[in-house]
């Protein structure tokens, strides 16, 4: 596997399109971090890193659905920096998601944090994905 980031951007999409709770992904640093992000975000209800599983970990995390109407949170999610193709910008040059209504995840100095956090700390770095 080349990519694990849109490996684990794509188990999180098919997850949502099976309407399942809860979707298990082999873990890393980048993918906690971006875990973390989803939940402080409100994008996913809960999560729990499995490190008893085997030797790399495991990432549970249970998706987040609206109680009535049974629509995900998690409308789109779109991988923009690729490992062929890397995507730098500034923070003068934060993109908007959906006009402010979605994140992006950006990779920097100071840890994976969403574009606002980013902006607000005067730092650029390596965008990652879109959520919206």
């Known amino acids: 596997m080349t990519d694990p980031i849109a490996d684990y951007l794509t188990r999180i999409r098919n997850a949502i399109k099976a309407n399942h709770r809860i979707v298990e992904i082999p873990a890393s640093s980048i993918k906690k971090e971006m875990t973390k992000v989803l939940y402080e975000k409100g994008y996913i209800?809960?999560?729990k890193f499995d490190t008893e599983a085997n030797v790399q970990g495991v990432?549970?995390?249970a998706l987040k659905y609206h109680p009535v109407?049974?629509?995900p949170a998690i409308v789109s999610l779109e991988r923009?920096?690729?490992?062929?193709?890397r995507k730098?910008?500034?923070s003068t040059d934060m993109p908007r998601v959906l006009n402010g209504l979605g994140i992006a995840v950006v990779s920097t100095s100071k840890g994976v944090i969403t574009d606002k956090e980013a902006k607000k700390l005067n730092i650029g770095g390596e965008v990652l994905c879109y959520i919206y």
């Open 59 to 61: 990432i549970k995390i």
């Open 45 to 47: 209800q809960s999560y």
């Open 88 to 90: 730098y910008v500034k």
């Open 80 to 85: 923009i920096s690729s490992p062929g193709l």
């Open 69 to 71: 109407t049974k629509q």
